[in-house]
Each structure stands twice: as structure tokens, then as C-alpha cells.
């Protein structure tokens, strides 16, 4: 049977947050910005055309994005033990960029931790533990080579003004995985792992991104991609616990991360 007929009927969540001037991100990277550069009837063609466009600004890791090998070191050493200096000039990384990801199109997780506790979202600072992902995993099999995304509900306060949620999570914290739950989640070998806050980390309140030990086990320890900020409130409601995943970032040469539209198809 062709793919496409496999999925015809299919549903389709995007799971990328809109890109958009003074969304949440974190601190430590550049913040997006889009302005027009040229304007309808700044110039018009014979016969009455007229085009707009527009000149983006952003980082890397800003938005829903996807966090290259080459972003985290530790003592300065790269995934396999490669010293960064030795591979990073002003021009990126000569290896283990964004570019060096393999578009990823195959079966994916979701491990809803906050189902699991019977609420909407988890409470500002919550440390994900294995305990959680082993109660929100049960009666699924996680491969090696699977994506495997960690629901938090966090996605639903996106929108929400800073006096009321702090996104990301400088004053209250922000729900996330701990050492211990990176632990479980490397131990299984999946191809990626992704969830809804700015940081794939549990970050305590006060604490802000002062470290940031989940990257390190997954980035530079264990291999493995992460994809932040994503947008999972509709697939959570979806009730969908294993779908196919289309994940491809944009390919920057030597970049250590790059904007992402991941797609569930269900």
C-alpha cells in the first residue's frame, strides 16, 4: 500500500508554538523578532503589482526548536568526547550542528506526567522523577530508536500574561524532568526526547537556568536530541499516547539548534 494512502483520514496536530515578538523564551539566547522590510506600495510594478516582505531575527533556541549535539558541553567535551574547540569556529560547529540531524519520521511516545497525577498541568517547579514516567509509560513499550515527548500540560499557559504564569520559569520554576527521570528516559535509547517548557529540565523556583544537568546527560552524555517548547495541550486532550511523529529542523549549517514544525499524525 503507498504511505499516503496509509494516511488518508488521518489527523494532523501541530505541535510548533507561533513564532511571534515577546514569546516566552529564555533569557540566555537572543529573542525573535519580525519586521517588514518592504511594504505593499513601497514598490509597485507596471501594471499595479506590489510584494511585501519581511526580515526575521532570531536564535537558535527560541521557539518550538531543536537542540543540536553541539549545544552542551561539559568540561569541554562534546558528545563522543570530541573537544569543542577543536570543531567550533565563528562560522558554527564543523560537527554535530543541526545539520548533522537525520529528519526523524517514525513512532513516538507521549508520556503525559500530568494525567498521571489527575491534573491539567503540573504546579510551577515540579520535579519529574522516574517514578512519574514509569506510572504515565505503563502498558507501553518504549523502543530504542523512538521519540519519546514528556507532557508536563505546560503548553496550555503559552498564552497566558507574565503576572499571571512565568513561562519560563525565572521566579516560580517550571515543571520538568530531573536527573533521575533523564536517567530513565536515556537507559531506553530513544532517538529524541521533547517536551512544552523552555528548558527540558526541572527548574526549581529562584533558580532560573543556572544549570542544567538534563542536558548534559542527554546531549553530551547520552546522544540524544532534545525539542523544547513544543506545543502538546491539543494532543494531550487528544487522549493519544503512541502516534507518528514528523520531525525535521530547519537544516543551519553548524547551528546548535534550529526552529522546528514538528508534526503528530494520528
Not at 521533547?194 to 553530551?220: D, N, S, Y
Request: charged fraction near 20%; hydrophobic fraction near 45%; glycine fraction near 14%.
Amino acid at each position: 500500500m503507498p504511505p499516503w494512502k496509509a494516511l488518508e483520514g488521518a489527523r494532523v496536530l501541530d505541535l510548533a508554538q507561533p513564532m511571534r515578538k515577546g514569546m516566552p523564551q529564555s533569557p540566555n539566547h537572543p529573542p525573535f523578532r519580525m519586521t517588514l522590510e518592504r511594504r505593499h506600495g513601497d514598490v509597485v510594478r507596471p501594471g499595479g503589482g506590489s510584494a511585501a516582505n519581511e526580515i526575521i531575527v532570531t536564535g537558535g533556541h527560541v521557539g518550538t526548536h531543536v537542540d543540536a549535539l553541539a549545544h552542551v558541553s561539559q568540561d569541554g567535551l562534546l558528545h563522543g568526547g570530541r573537544p569543542a574547540a577543536g570543531i567550533m569556529s565563528q562560522d558554527g560547529f564543523a560537527e554535530l550542528g543541526i545539520d548533522a540531524f537525520e529528519p526523524y519520521v517514525g513512532r513516538c511516545v507521549l508520556l503525559d506526567v500530568a494525567a498521571a497525577h489527575g491534573v491539567p498541568a503540573l504546579p510551577p517547579g515540579y520535579e519529574v522523577t522516574a517514578d512519574d514516567l514509569e506510572r504515565a509509560a505503563a502498558g507501553l513499550e518504549i523502543r530504542e530508536g523512538d521519540a519519546v515527548l514528556v507532557g508536563t500540560g505546560w503548553s496550555r499557559h503559552w498564552s497566558a500574561a507574565p503576572e499571571e504564569v512565568d513561562f519560563a520559569g525565572a521566579r516560580g520554576g517550571a515543571p520538568g524532568p530531573g536527573v533521575g527521570a533523564a536517567s530513565w528516559l536515556a537507559a531506553r535509547r530513544p532517538r529524541l526526547v521533547g517536551g512544552e517548557t523552555i528548558a527540558f529540565e526541572h527548574v526549581p523556583p529562584g533558580r532560573g537556568h543556572a544549570t542544567l544537568p538534563v542536558h548534559r546527560i542527554m546531549l553530551v552524555e547520552s546522544g540524544i536530541n532534545i525539542v523544547e517548547t513544543m506545543r502538546l495541550d491539543e494532543l494531550l486532550d487528544s487522549g493519544a499516547r503512541e502516534f507518528l511523529l514528523v520531525l525535521n529542523p530547519l537544516p543551519i549549517v553548524g547551528a546548535t539548534g534550529a526552529p522546528v514544525r514538528p508534526l503528530a499524525v494520528l
